[in-house]
């Protein structure tokens, strides 16, 4: 009985270990800045092979209706542990992504990343690469946010208070993002007031800047505000004139 028990206990402590294990390499980083560019990561123990698609690479070869490319950006699993990598020295701007497993056989958001985008109806993973990034990267075209790290001269003057409102009563949180928080999703959290309405009020010089609000993680242009041009994901951003 005791021996009986004893293989119990140890399946039971083999499981909870094996649990443990699996829990904390779920924890994978987003993806971030390293020695060359931006480390994405993915942990895919079955799959055969790994890429990374996005709008930084025409979504892998399938961007307006081509096929899907498995030479273009494909992951690597050196060490065998089921976690694919690579290292992509992209520019700075804003960037929607996927993993594609097994050439094309699911197409997958990023589970250690929260930010999201949309873009042609689809919902992908989202990374801001900011100007502070200190690897070397060729600027590639049609990869960069509108007025976005273009360098433009804002107009001189005194600064004056601006107030951003979205009328959001059923969301659990809601940022501003836009040129004058490098496009930032959580830098800039706005508050809810009783009415249901989220507001912030911001100093801004003159000038025009282009902005969206990131909605429980979802991106949207400003809904009362005609004035808006294209961003590159088939969507726009809404823009605001400080005179």
């Not at 206990?9 to 270990?17: E, G, I, W, Y």
């Not at 443990?20 to 123990?45: C, K, M, N, T, W």
């Not at 009783?194 to 801004?204: F, P, S, T, V, Y």
Request: glycine share 10%.
């Amino acid at each position: 009985m005791r021996w009986a028990i004893g293989i119990v206990l140890t399946c039971v402590l083999a499981f909870s270990c094996s649990t443990i294990s699996h829990s904390v390499r779920d924890r994978l980083p987003p993806p971030h800045e390293v020695e060359g560019g931006i480390l994405f990561q993915y942990e895919a123990p079955a799959a055969r092979m790994v890429n990374l698609a996005g709008n930084f690479n025409n979504w892998g070869g399938t961007e307006g209706g081509g096929r899907f490319d498995p030479t273009i950006d494909p992951m690597s699993d050196d060490d065998g542990d089921g976690i694919w990598t690579i290292v992509k020295p992209l520019p700075p701007g804003r960037y929607q992504y996927k993993f594609v497993i097994d050439n094309g056989v699911r197409w997958e958001l990023d589970p250690s990343n929260p930010n999201t985008g949309e873009e042609g109806g689809f919902t992908n993973s989202l990374i801001i690469v900011p100007e502070s990034i200190k690897y070397k990267y060729e600027i590639v075209t049609g990869t960069e946010q509108p007025g976005t790290y273009r360098g433009s001269k804002r107009a001189v003057g005194k600064e004056k208070e601006v107030e951003f409102t979205l009328d959001a009563p059923d969301a659990k949180k809601v940022f501003l993002a836009g040129e004058f928080n490098d496009w930032s999703p959580t830098a800039t959290p706005m508050k809810k007031g009783d009415d249901g309405i989220w507001r912030l009020k911001l100093k801004l010089k003159p000038g025009k800047y282009e902005y969206k609000f990131v909605v429980d993680d979802v991106w949207m242009e400003d809904p009362v505000n005609p004035d808006k041009v294209p961003d590159p994901y088939g969507g726009y951003n809404s823009v605001l004139t400080v005179e």
